[in-house]
């Protein structure tokens, strides 16, 4: 930058001078910005109306109004809801059930111990269960030496082996039926190093090195949890027991290692987040265990494989452990009560029938029995369609719709104020913020004035609804929304905002509610666009508008290169970079002019004082 003098020698206010000239030279720049400006408007305003189509796209997508399950809304009655309720799914068809009697409730097993310590006194159960302080309820047990850890393994390789990379000899191999494998989450039954694979099985070995094995190959990114026992240091010791489920899973085996160290808190949240399928609490209060199947039912067979109602138990539970320590023996009454789990009993429509849970399904619907009762107080089902339902989902359509098509409307029919430009820096200086933002409103009016890509849509998605629909599911009476009460609106400044006749849609979904459904969302497989429901029509609209509008204005993110407004913009950057240094060359130009001008004036001024001094000697 050149050394600029100002007004030195001829008293001009320099600056000011500058200030003026380039005011006028900027005027062009100013043209550019504002065009940026008004670009950069437009296209957020783009992308507003494509977030718009967008949500109502997604409305008319397969987890929107393309499910089945909004136009075959079904509703139960019961006679009692005290001793029954039930609700039904879009499979549900018209009809009644008649459950004469509920002569037994569904009930989980639950297993309830005699007082741990066999004392009177509290247990703590936030201590160490070898703690002497903690009434020795435990003592004398024969804890085994070896030390209770877990690993798990994420994202592994896959294949038929993987290594929990400790060091060699460090696991008790002995002992490895006693551990736990479990991969992605499934139990791996842990067998002996010298065993027999069982290959239709999920089963593991594990030795001395930390290297496990599996049954059958297990995939790559399976994430495989190990519990374990390595080598005692320090006197460490552990027990170990297991509970056997019979559910409705099959057969469920799980294997809890206790460390001599862990608390009684610790043991009961190790088996309430196994696999076993099983909620186990102490109570403080009387020193007891209640150990409850998650399940309701008796899942126990007979020699055949059948469900017979037998007297064992659907739990079972070894280890010394868990008879000795926290006195779950089935064998021994005097330690452990067990309520078997049971099956719900009922007659309905005079069939004799057992259930697992007291809520089941029966063609579409679910019943659920709350109480016991005889004939003398049976309780009738009656299902029917539910026509109040399927009416508000078409209804909360339509009102979406209206929504839509108001927005773009008021969009493309808004005023344009071509006189109101985007403000200048200067501009802005001269105007309060009030007067800024009002402004601002009337230059960003009319940007989207008349737009093709959405006055088009507009007509589309109006002929969407009034084109008539004829796939083989539809009825001759029912191919057009205005035969099922739904109108446009008469008044053209609505933009096509649709009407709907409560009265005659009603109808039409009570005397024929299939072909309704064909008229929205039949015809699904069909390129043909008079074949297709008017949903699907829909979506597709919306669509091909989605995508005009992203060619235009792109989505949040996306480059400038990659959409028409974006390019255009970039342009103007490059514009406005040359002009900004043509500007900064032009500036530079005008003081060293005036420099110039101001240096050849000092001397001027110099000479001229040197004569007057040396004519007046």
Not at 139 to 152: L, R, Y
Not at 211 to 230: E, L, M, P
Not at 484 to 513: C, H, M, Q, R, W
Request: no cysteine; aromatic share 6%; net charge neutral.
């Amino acid at each position: 930058m050149a050394l600029r003098i100002g007004g030195m020698a001829s008293g001009m206010d320099t600056e000011s001078i500058v200030k003026d000239l380039m005011k006028a030279e900027r005027m062009p720049l100013d043209k550019l910005k504002q065009k940026k400006q008004t670009l950069e408007w437009q296209r957020d305003q783009y992308r507003e109306m494509n977030i718009l189509l967008q949500d109502f796209r997604n409305l008319t997508s397969s987890t929107g109004m393309k499910k089945t399950q909004n136009y075959r809304a079904s509703a139960v009655t019961t006679s009692n809801e005290a001793l029954v309720t039930a609700t039904a799914s879009t499979a549900a068809s018209q009809g009644s059930y008649n459950i004469s009697s509920v002569t037994k409730l569904a009930t989980a097993e639950t297993w309830v111990t005699v007082k741990l310590n066999g004392g009177t006194s509290t247990l703590d159960a936030s201590k160490a269960l070898n703690d002497a302080t903690n009434n020795s309820f435990s003592s004398g047990f024969a804890w085994v030496p070896g030390k209770v850890e877990s690993k798990t393994l994420s994202n592994v390789a896959g294949g038929n082996s993987v290594s929990l990379g400790v060091t060699a000899g460090s696991i008790q191999a002995a002992d490895a039926v006693k551990m736990s494998v479990k991969v992605n989450g499934v139990d791996y039954n842990v067998v002996a190093a010298g065993a027999t694979f069982d290959t239709s099985k999920n089963q593991a070995k594990i030795d001395a090195g930390g290297n496990i094995t599996f049954s059958n190959s297990i995939g790559a990114g399976s994430t495989v949890k190990v519990d374990y026992i390595s080598v005692a240091q320090n006197n460490e010791k552990y027990a170990d027991f297991s509970i056997t489920a019979q559910s409705s899973k099959g057969e469920i085996e799980e294997n809890i290692l206790i460390s001599s160290t862990d608390t009684l808190n610790q043991v009961v949240s190790k088996v309430n987040d196994s696999n076993a399928g099983v909620s186990m609490f102490f109570d403080t209060a009387t020193n007891k265990i209640s150990l409850m199947q998650k399940e309701t039912g008796d899942f126990t067979k007979d020699a055949n494989g059948d469900y017979k109602l037998n007297t064992a138990a659907n739990l079972s539970i070894a280890g010394d452990f868990a008879k000795n320590i926290l006195k779950l023996d089935s064998a021994d009454t005097t330690k452990t009560t067990i309520s078997k789990g049971s099956d719900a009993e009922l007659v309905i429509n005079g069939l004799a029938t057992t259930r697992k849970s007291n809520t089941f399904d029966m063609n579409g619907v679910s019943i659920t029995l709350k109480g016991t009762f005889d004939s003398t107080k049976a309780v009738s089902l009656s299902v029917s369609k539910d026509t109040d339902a399927v009416y508000n989902n078409i209804k909360d359509f339509v009102e979406k719709y209206n929504t839509l098509i108001a927005a773009i409307s008021t969009k493309t029919s808004e005023e344009r104020y071509r006189s109101y430009t985007p403000l200048t820096d200067d501009q802005r200086e001269q105007l309060s913020d009030k007067q800024q933002e009002q402004w601002e409103e009337k230059a960003k009016s009319g940007l989207l004035r008349r737009d093709t890509a959405l006055t088009g849509v507009l007509s589309a998605m109006r002929s969407n609804f009034s084109q008539p629909v004829t796939n083989s599911n539809t009825n001759a009476n029912y191919n057009q929304l205005a035969e099922i009460g739904i109108t446009t609106s008469k008044n053209y400044l609505e933009g096509g905002k649709l009407e709907i006749d409560e009265t005659k849609l009603k109808k039409a979904l009570a005397e024929n509610p299939d072909a309704v459904e064909a008229l929205f969302i039949g015809g699904s497989g069909s390129t043909a666009v008079g074949e297709q429901g008017i949903i699907h029509r829909l979506y597709d609209t919306a669509g091909k508008t989605m995508d005009q509008l992203k060619e235009r204005a792109g989505s949040m993110g996306a480059t400038n290169q990659k959409f028409a407004i974006g390019r255009q913009l970039s342009g103007i950057d490059s514009s406005i970079i040359r002009f900004e240094n043509r500007l900064t060359q032009v500036e530079d130009r005008y003081w060293k002019q005036f420099t110039a001008m101001e240096k050849a004036m000092q001397n001027a001024n110099s000479q001229s004082s040197y004569l007057m001094q040396q004519f007046s000697m």
